[in-house]
């Protein structure tokens, strides 16, 4: 339950990222479900490689080079599916950082079993917060 809430986050990432960005374009709903669905096979397989392939660049770029790798995942994702389509550098840089910002937004109210959560806080009598 978990895995298909945080893939229909993901999806919805997907589709605000392209009403913000132009050089993005998902054509339908199902367009964006199955590019975060390549999304995720991407991140799970190359993400790794390519991080520790690229990680004396990643440190000297104080980890900035990251939204490069993200970026490469997103065009990578976008050569897959048709009706998802990328177009250009800046724009899937900028659409990953779109995505990226977005599904952790989202998901950062997910459990692990795909329910909403919340910490519910009180302040106690010392001033203090628990």
Avoid at 6 to 18: F, G, H, M, Y
Avoid at 40 to 66: K, M, S
């Amino acid at each position: 339950m978990g895995l298909l809430v945080r893939w229909l986050v993901l999806t919805a990432a997907i589709v605000i990222t392209s009403y913000l960005i132009s050089g993005i374009e998902v054509s339908g709903f199902f367009s964006a479900f199955f590019a975060a669905a390549i999304l995720g096979i991407l991140n799970i397989f190359f993400r790794p490689i390519l991080f520790i392939l690229t990680l004396p660049i990643n440190l000297l770029t104080f980890g900035l080079f990251t939204f490069v790798i993200n970026a490469l995942l997103l065009k990578m994702a976008s050569g897959v599916i048709s009706g998802f389509q990328v177009h250009g550098f800046w724009s899937a840089v900028l659409g990953a950082l779109v995505i990226s910002v977005v599904n952790w937004l989202l998901t950062s109210f997910i459990n692990e079993q795909g329910r909403v959560e919340y910490t519910d806080m009180r302040k106690r009598d010392n001033g203090r917060w628990e």
